[in-house]
């Protein structure tokens, strides 16, 4: 009787002791893999400054600020922090009743440009916030008593912080150049391309009503294109669509001297391409490679996926260019053929800026032998997703 107990029990805490160790082994893996105390505090460090520097981007004037002043509090470990810009205190977390002694220690170091130590009930430090080599703000960090390390970590945020709003800075100078550049392809849309396309139509009014309908069909949808509000990407196949109104445009104004030919690879429709990007492309193989000819001539548009790019041709068989003259096209050392190739120079000069330099057009041509361009656009590019969202 005694063994027919015991035999059950034993397997009982055999069973209890294997899942003990087990979650023992477990813990000790997962303490493991989070590494060192210090490399746990690093992490926390780097998640805190991640997060505060989303929230810093706009500048001191943005609504994030308070954000920011929460979770650098929490990088401090203070007990209370304020941010200040130029005029008066912006944020406080902790104790809302310091905002007088935060403003105190701030003005002196707006005055100074120096950091500014506080004794009293609790202490205060204060550093400056400098970007773009001026002190732009503030940082207040307050403690029961202010010691060294506080003083330099204090310090290290604020010069981290100023550097933080630098690159929101340049973000926004990058956003408004590319608006700048897209103004500039828009302008290109000259009152002269505008009078050809409404000359054609209004000719076919009268002898093809169909005709003449259709064509002001695609000139409205080349416009409306032209002058959307959704971001600087598209994608190759929206693109397309727009370059097909335009070119319908341009037959009916060449009728048979000009043929355009589409070589395009289905799997690169979807690629992330910036906006305006290949209609200039065609624009210019037309207006300079082929209108000069009285035959006229053709264009071709390939895409072609080569695993980690998708590369896009315009050919034409025009009246081809110097490759001096071009050379000096792009080290924009010949201001009358800047003008007339403008779209050329500022769908380079866009690539190169977003991709880099070693992602510039590639320019054949020769007099007499036509032109081909090529552009190479990544086919990974995380930060243009929501662009691709909005422009599918």
């Known amino acids: ?69 929460r979770t650098l509090r929490a990088l401090l470990g203070s007990e209370a922090i304020a941010i200040s810009d130029r005029e008066g205190i912006v944020s406080i977390d902790g104790r809302l009743d310091l905002g007088p002694a935060a403003w105190q220690v701030a003005e002196s170091v707006l005055q100074t440009g120096q950091r500014q130590l506080l004794r009293g009930s609790p202490d205060a430090v204060g550093a400056p916030i400098v970007a773009d080599g001026r002190t732009v703000g503030v940082i207040v960090a307050f403690a029961a008593k202010v010691r060294a390390p506080l003083v330099r970590a204090t310090t290290e945020v604020a010069t981290w912080c100023g550097a933080q709003i630098e690159l929101g800075g340049l973000e926004a100078s990058r956003t408004a150049l590319a608006e700048a550049e897209l103004r500039a392809l828009r302008a290109q849309i000259s009152p002269h391309f505008v009078y050809n396309a409404l000359s054609v139509i209004a000719s076919y009014i009268s002898t093809d009503p169909e005709r003449a309908r259709d064509l002001l069909l ?102 081809g260019m110097d490759p001096a003259a071009l050379r000096e096209l792009f080290a924009e050392r010949s201001p009358a053929d800047r003008v007339a190739h403008i779209g050329l120079r500022n769908v380079d000069s866009r690539v190169r800026g977003i991709y880099g330099d070693d992602h510039a057009l590639v320019v054949e041509t020769n007099p007499g032998a036509g032109t081909m361009v090529r552009m190479r656009i990544p086919k990974s590019q995380p930060f243009h997703e929501t662009e691709r969202a909005v422009s599918g």
């Open 1 to 69: 009787m005694i063994d027919a107990v015991w035999l059950p029990v034993a397997a009982l805490a055999g069973v209890a002791f294997t899942l003990l160790a087990q979650w023992v082994w477990r813990m000790a893996r997962g303490a493991r893999d989070l590494g060192s105390d210090a490399e746990r505090a690093a992490f926390r460090t780097l998640s805190l400054a991640s997060r505060a520097a989303v929230h810093l981007r706009g500048g001191l004037g943005a609504g994030d600020v308070p954000r920011a002043a």
């Open 218 to 319: 695609d000139f409205a949808d080349f416009i409306r294109y032209s002058f959307r509000r959704q971001g600087e990407f598209t994608t190759l196949a929206d693109e397309l669509q727009s370059v097909h109104s335009y070119v319908e445009l341009e037959r009916a104004r060449f009728e048979d001297r000009l043929s355009v030919t589409l070589r395009i690879e289905p799997e690169t429709l979807a690629t992330v391409i910036p906006f305006l990007s290949l209609q200039p492309l065609v624009e210019n193989a037309i207006r300079h490679g082929l209108e000069p000819r009285e035959r006229g001539g053709t264009v071709v548009i390939s895409s072609h996926d080569d695993g980690t790019h998708t590369e896009i041709t315009v050919d034409d068989d025009g009246v």
